[in-house]
């Protein structure tokens, strides 16, 4: 059975640093892609970053390129965003999810975790 369970999300200022963990378990070997959306009040379910496992290969949303850094541990299978900078509209819930193509659409993606929440706030 797929698990995906987030942590690490808060209450932040514009300009803070947050970084969130994704840990996978249950994953089989061809699932080889592990990404990040996000998703605000009212507002549909939006790609963030991520990373495919065949050419080690990071992919980011403009919204968050430059601010955004993704680090992926096969040994403990965790997915890590570090996020700087952050402003008011990277708000939302964050959820790690898993798949077969590192695509920026979320129905392409399988299985997904409960996600954590992102709150940047002045």
């Known amino acids: 059975q797929v698990q995906l369970v987030e942590s690490g999300g808060g209450l932040e200022r514009p300009g803070d640093s947050l970084r969130i963990s994704c840990r996978a378990s249950g994953r089989t070997p061809s699932m080889k892609v592990m990404a990040w959306f996000r998703q605000a009040p009212g507002k549909e379910r939006e790609f963030v970053a991520a990373?495919?496992?065949?050419?080690?290969?990071?992919f980011y949303g403009d919204l968050v390129k430059g601010r955004f850094t993704l680090t992926r541990d096969f040994a403990k299978d965790t997915l890590d965003l570090q996020m700087t900078d952050l402003k008011v509209e990277d708000t939302g819930v964050y959820y790690c999810?898993?798949?077969?193509?590192?695509?920026?659409?979320?129905?392409?993606?399988?299985?997904w975790g409960q996600g954590t929440r992102v709150t940047v706030s002045s």
């Open positions: 999810t898993l798949g077969w193509q590192a695509t920026t659409t979320p129905t392409t993606y399988t299985y």
């Open positions: 990373h495919r496992e065949t050419d080690d290969r990071t």
